[in-house]
């Protein structure tokens, strides 16, 4: 076994970590030429990471977008040793156990849509590969198949085959191109504060009821990221222009599926994004906050005619699809202690207030002419920087981030887009502290 930390007595613990990383680890979504040097995180309590050299920063992305409650929640650590020392992992064919029905239970009821059922697995790109099987063998099932879907432009859906094939359009995945199919995409009318763009969404709309007058018939299912989407830029667009999109799926019989990785659990305001809107899913993807940001978890909550449709005299027409974790105890039990969090009292009301922190934010920053489309949904605060090169990763993001971490504030610009996710138990302070290190890197620009 590799020794301990540290094991050279003339280097400090954090460049022997960082010299061994880079010896041994390969980090995602990374260049690794010219990176600028990791950041060596040793703990975490709350909203705040610290790191091996005992300097703290403020955790404004909820560690991608994953951690709800603040991290070392005890409640949670509490239900996983406990959890581990009961049965830490059995497989789940032909088996079940409690808290992977309690908590599909639990999904169910939160969730709103009916009788149901969930299929659970690792993570939010597995959680949208269900879903995607799922509608496509529905449609073969019933004796009709549907091959095509609809995603909507821009939108970002995992990294494993059938997601990137969903997320095609985002440009992350252009060194796959000959591996994915193609999809059709819908183009999105954005907004911000003060602008509605009720006409273009009219005209999207008008293009979409033709195009689908011609081919409705040929597409086994919608897909989207609601309200928000995520990686290509938290871009937001309106209920109006959502649900009726979704609607005019439903009347070609087009399984509509909501990817709510990143919107669930409250992200939003509400438990899932599909709550505020007029349009109820037929499927709904879920992860990341799952467990409150501490283990990973996947979950596919259907309703119930998916399921009926796999029902059959033969293997034939079950659902191919299973990972040796598949509904994890332990996972499960941290999941179930991340929902009983957020039933307790005055948890609505902390969601509220960190939302008006981040809005006073980003309206005091509005005043600079070179900020725009300043947009504040839930707990998301994201605005632009006017001008800039909107790739990811390009622009003037990675100096600001830069900045910002040298003044012990985390955040991951994409592109010309900055945004913040904190926990839901950030400080009025720590935001303001937040706002206040973009405004100094304004200030020097
Ligand atoms: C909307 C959405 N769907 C799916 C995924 C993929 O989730 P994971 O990274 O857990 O595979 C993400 C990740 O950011 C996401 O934002």
Redesign the pocket.
């Known amino acids: 076994m590799p020794p301990p930390f540290p094991t050279d007595p003339g280097l400090s613990k954090s460049q022997a970590l960082l010299s061994r990383d880079r010896e041994s680890v390969w980090h995602p979504y990374t260049q690794h030429q010219g990176a600028d040097l990791f950041l060596p995180v040793a703990s975490a309590k709350g909203a705040v990471l610290t790191d091996t050299a005992d300097n703290t920063y403020l955790d404004m992305i909820s560690s991608?977008?994953v951690n709800l409650h603040g991290h070392g929640c005890d409640a949670i650590a509490e239900a996983i040793g406990a959890q581990a020392r009961r049965l830490d992992h059995v497989h789940f064919a032909g088996v079940t156990h409690e808290p992977a029905v309690r908590l599909a239970e639990s999904l169910l009821e939160r969730a709103e849509l009916g009788a149901g059922k969930v299929f659970l697995s690792d993570?939010?790109?597995?959680a949208?590969e269900v879903a995607l099987k799922i509608a496509l063998q529905f449609w073969q099932n019933k004796g009709c198949p549907r091959s095509r879907i609809l995603a909507l432009e821009g939108g970002?859906?995992?990294?494993t085959v059938g997601?990137m094939s969903l997320g095609r359009s985002s440009g992350f995945f252009n060194a796959f191109e000959s591996l994915l199919f193609s999809v059709e995409t819908v183009a999105v009318p954005h907004t911000w504060l003060g602008h509605d763009p009720v006409s273009e969404e009219d005209r999207v709309l008008d293009g979409v009821r033709r195009m689908l007058a011609e081919r409705g018939r040929e597409f086994a299912a919608l897909i989207v990221?609601p309200l928000v989407q995520?990686?290509c830029g938290m871009r937001f667009h309106s209920e109006r222009f959502l649900s009726a999109l979704c609607a005019l799926a439903h009347a070609f019989e087009i399984p509509v599926i909501f990817?709510e990785?990143?919107t669930g659990f409250y992200r939003l305001g509400t438990h899932f994004a599909c709550l505020q809107t007029a349009f109820k899913p037929d499927m709904l993807?879920l992860?990341?906050g799952i467990t409150g940001g501490v283990l990973?978890l996947?979950a596919t909550v259907v309703r119930e005619r998916f399921f009926e449709a796999f029902l059959g005299g033969s293997f034939a027409t079950a659902l191919a699809h299973g990972h040796s974790y598949t509904a994890n105890p332990i996972t499960c039990a941290a999941a179930l202690a991340s929902l009983e969090l957020i039933g307790v009292p005055g948890f609505q009301e902390r969601l509220a207030a960190v939302s008006s922190w981040l809005s006073a934010g980003v309206e005091r920053l509005g005043a600079d002419r070179r900020i725009v489309k300043g947009r504040v949904r839930g707990t998301i605060a994201a605005f632009e920087l006017g001008g800039e090169d909107a790739r990811y990763g390009a622009g003037s993001g990675r100096p600001l981030a830069r900045f910002a971490q040298e003044r012990g504030v985390i955040i991951r610009p994409l592109g010309n887009v900055v945004y913040l996710m904190p926990p839901y138990c950030v400080e009025e302070r720590q935001v303001a502290r937040a706002f206040e290190v973009i405004s100094e890197w304004l200030a020097r620009e």
Request: a negative charge.
């Open positions: 991608w977008w993570n939010g790109s597995t949208v970002y859906h995992g990294d997601a990221e995520g990686a990817d990785v990143m993807c992860s990341k990973p996947g």
